[in-house]
């Protein structure tokens, strides 16, 4: 499985998971990230919770998230550390 392809435009597609309880993560795509927010896709974005914990392994990093944009498939969601 390929964990990171650079396109042309710049973008860096790494593969991460949401992990929803001890037991259950759904992988997803992470299409771009900043400091304050990440965008991911994956198969079924209606079985995560508005708030949720993100993993990306590239990073070793766990982070609570918050979603402010949904799709059937996106996730668009700020870092809320804070919770």
């Given amino acids: ?11 860096t597609f790494e593969s991460g ?3 929803l309880n001890e037991h259950t993560m759904v992988p997803v795509l992470v299409c771009s990230r900043s400091e304050l927010s990440v965008r991911l896709v994956l198969l079924d ?9 993100f993993e990306l392994p590239s990073l070793k990093t766990l982070r609570v998230c918050k979603t402010v944009l949904r799709t059937s498939e996106v ?3 700020w870092y809320d550390d804070e919770i």
């Fill in 75 to 77: 996730i668009e969601a």
């Fill in 17 to 19: 998971a949401i992990l």
């Fill in 45 to 53: 974005a209606d079985v995560v919770p508005d708030i949720f914990l």
């Fill in 1 to 11: 499985m390929i964990d990171k392809i650079n396109n042309k435009w710049g973008t």
